[in-house]
């Protein structure tokens, strides 16, 4: 309320009252020195006997709008002209509930993190009955904190970071109703970028996925981080350990194959019944699904028709395919064509006998998921240069997945200290598939030979 002792003695107090009114209601919490020596909306308030209430209102509102205030400062210079109006005309009777209305209006805005640091003595209730002018209740020391207050705001640098700190005392109006401002990255070239948004990534590289490996595989980066980890992937979790995959491999499982996420369990479990319909054992399913799991999202007709083509074009056993394929998982996903021309290589080019053929299969089936033209084409060139004939390649077909760089030296270098017989019924016999295995120092000291010789040998290659 404000008394006449108010008005004449303690212009001063009220006019850095509304300063500091005009500082937490302002629209980024700032108050700068423009604002402060413009707008000062009780600079007549002495003069008020003099003057007409029309008079007050209209210089009051075009004082705020020329210094830009907000409408929520319009409002509450209005609820304050009210009040003056009441005072002049001695209603006593809404003057109360008109003071606390300005002062439910200033304290649902003011953020009252900083207030202890910034008045040491006073509460936040007692600013805020200094602030909606009810100054019988604020004692001296309460008006000097607020004088000095705003006297230390004076003096900074409005572009200062202290000047930010000292006038942040609007809290964001999203900010009370608990809005995280953590909002996902809208474009990444990375899932890295959403790991610490997404408690999935997160557990996912618990269980020892690798993100950066999962990423290269088209769309699962984006189907991901859109799941629910308790919801959408515990199961699929439980169902692999269901088919015997154990926990240590599950890892490395998803890393391979992401997509078994997000085909149905009901998809997965069609081609694990065609499996155990052509007799594949659990056993055999488990460790087909650690080795190479990417069987698991082909169709079934898919599979079907894959496994007869192999099955006719080597001639195998049933007890064949099953050995070779739950081995070597890798076969059923491998594509149908380089696999055919493999085999028109061996069979049709080199003039290997179907045998011949069938029996490199079931010895390094491997070596029919490599290049046709480039790599198996090289090494064979090599080979049939070292005077290999097909019917010790039969026997030997390892010597086939060697670095042919690496067999062509191993020759080259026995062959000048007179030891290249890869005949075993010679002496100084030489196994073929060990010029393709071991080290360097491994191989010299199977082979009793100097390691010396060989390292100075490859220095003149």
């Given amino acids: 309320m404000f008394s006449k002792l108010v008005l004449q003695h303690r212009r001063g107090v009220i006019s850095s009252c509304v300063r500091l009114t005009a500082l937490i209601h302002s629209d980024n919490g700032n ?140 809290a964001h109006p999203d900010e009370n109703r608990e809005i995280k401002y953590d909002f996902l990255p809208r474009i990444s070239s990375s899932v890295g970028s959403y790991i610490e948004y997404s408690e999935t990534l997160q557990k996912l590289v618990m269980l020892g996925v690798d993100l950066s490996a999962v990423e290269e595989f088209p769309f699962i980066a984006n189907f991901l981080i859109r799941q629910d980890f308790n919801r959408d992937i515990v199961p699929k979790l439980l169902y692999l350990k269901d088919l015997g995959v154990y926990d240590r491999n599950i890892g490395n499982v998803l890393t391979t194959n992401p997509y078994i996420l997000e085909d149905p369990i009901d998809k997965l479990q069609t081609v694990v019944d065609y499996l155990k319909s052509k007799r594949f054992t659990a056993d055999m399913i488990a460790k087909m699904i650690v080795r190479h799991s990417m069987f698991l999202i082909m169709e079934v007709e898919q599979i079907d028709s894959k496994l007869g083509m192999l099955q006719k074009m080597f001639q195998l056993t049933g007890d064949q395919v099953r050995e070779i394929f739950s081995i070597h998982p890798v076969l059923i996903s491998h594509n149908r064509k380089k696999i055919q021309d493999v085999h028109f290589l061996f069979h049709n080019i080199w003039g290997f006998e179907k045998s011949q053929v069938q029996a490199i299969f079931l010895k390094c089936p491997l070596i029919f998921a490599e290049d046709a033209k480039t790599t198996v084409q090289t090494r064979l060139e090599i080979l049939h240069a070292m005077g290999i004939t097909t019917q010790k390649l039969s026997e030997c077909p390892g010597v086939l997945m060697a670095s042919h760089h690496q067999v062509r030296r191993r020759h080259t270098f026995l062959k000048e200290i007179g030891r290249a017989h890869y005949d075993p019924e010679k002496a100084g016999y030489v196994s073929l598939e060990s010029l393709g295995m071991y080290s360097v120092d491994k191989w010299c000291w199977k082979m009793n030979l100097p390691k010396e010789h060989y390292m100075k040998f490859l220095k003149t290659e």
């Avoid at 009780?42 to 007409?52: G, V």
């Fill in 31 to 170: 108050l700068s020195t423009k604002s402060i020596k413009q707008r000062d909306p009780f600079e007549d308030l002495a003069k008020i006997s003099a003057t007409t209430n029309d008079s007050f209102k209209r210089t009051s509102v075009e004082e705020s709008r020329r210094v830009g205030s907000s409408e929520n400062c319009l409002k509450e210079d209005k609820i304050l002209i009210e009040h003056v109006e009441m005072i002049q005309c001695g209603d006593t009777k809404n003057q109360e509930k008109m003071t606390s209305a300005v002062g439910s209006s200033l304290s649902s805005t003011i953020n009252t993190r900083d207030f202890d640091n910034l008045f040491q003595s006073s509460s936040v209730n007692e600013v805020l009955k200094a602030v909606n002018s009810d100054l019988r209740s604020c004692n001296a020391q309460t008006l000097s904190e607020i004088n000095n207050y705003l006297d230390k705001v004076d003096r900074l640098d409005p572009d200062s970071e202290e000047w930010d700190i000292m006038t942040s005392l609007i």
